[in-house]
């Protein structure tokens, strides 16, 4: 059965330093990745997206992912937090096109000034 | 991009009352959508799957008979809250698949802006 792990459910950084958010997933075959923001009282937002054309993946906002089968991963960065980027992060996952998606715990990334 | 909206926003209600939830895909037909729930502080769990055309499927754990969905059209499935209690109080989003269009695949998932229902 899929599944996904995000370590760290609260990840604080300081305005311009390096975002890291770790996702790894669980899955029998190839699977197909994404990263979700949600903003307080809001709906989910796409970041970007592993569908297996390139490993490493660019999104919106500056946020972009690798994805690395030998680690089982597919960690967001970004280079630079601003302060609008503080939010609750998903990663998730699913097996095939147009299934249902399995999300991780959520990571909730704090900025500060 | 497409749009999946959800009606209403936000709903209050009394506890045993039942409350209907409708996500509506508005750029496209989609004969296959998804129900979330989201409790306060956690994350997204699948609840069913809405099928055009047949009935929907549920994850373990969810009662079907409470949770009443129908897959109206091709561009519309409602979940219905039928006898809610505080406990149901959550954020109940949809997703809308988009597999492919002419010529492209797109494999896109598009959610709802999300319904907070408030048991009281």
């Known amino acids: 059965a899929q599944s996904v792990t995000q370590l760290g459910s609260h990840v604080s950084v300081s305005e311009g330093a390096l975002v890291l958010l770790r996702c790894n997933y669980s899955s029998s075959v190839p699977p197909y990745l994404f990263w979700y923001v949600q903003y307080p009282n809001q709906g989910l937002q796409l970041l970007l997206k592993y569908t297996s054309a390139a490993t490493l993946v660019k999104g919106i906002n500056g946020f972009e992912a690798e994805f690395k089968k030998s680690e089982t991963s597919f960690h967001l960065t970004k280079p630079s937090a601003h302060m609008s980027d503080a939010a609750e992060y998903f990663c998730?996952?699913?097996?095939?096109?147009?299934?249902?998606?399995?999300f991780g715990k959520g990571t909730t990334l704090s900025v500060s000034s | 991009g497409a749009v999946v909206s959800q009606h209403p926003s936000w709903v209050i209600c009394k506890s045993g009352t039942s409350v209907k939830i409708e996500c509506r895909s508005l750029d496209f037909q989609a004969t296959t959508m998804f129900w979330y729930r989201q409790f306060p502080k956690q994350s997204l769990m699948l609840m069913a799957t809405s099928n055009e055309g047949s009935k929907a499927t549920y994850e373990q754990g969810v009662e079907k008979d409470k949770f009443l969905i129908n897959h109206a059209s091709l561009t519309l499935s409602t979940l219905t809250v039928t006898s809610a209690h505080p406990e149901d109080s959550s954020f109940y989003i949809c997703?809308?698949?988009?597999?492919?269009?002419?010529?492209?695949?797109?494999?896109?998932?598009?959610f709802g802006p999300g319904t907070r229902l408030t048991v009281l």
């Open positions: 997703s809308v698949p988009q597999l492919s269009g002419t010529g492209v695949s797109y494999n896109e998932q598009f």
């Open positions: 998730a996952v699913s097996e095939r096109a147009g299934t249902a998606l399995i």
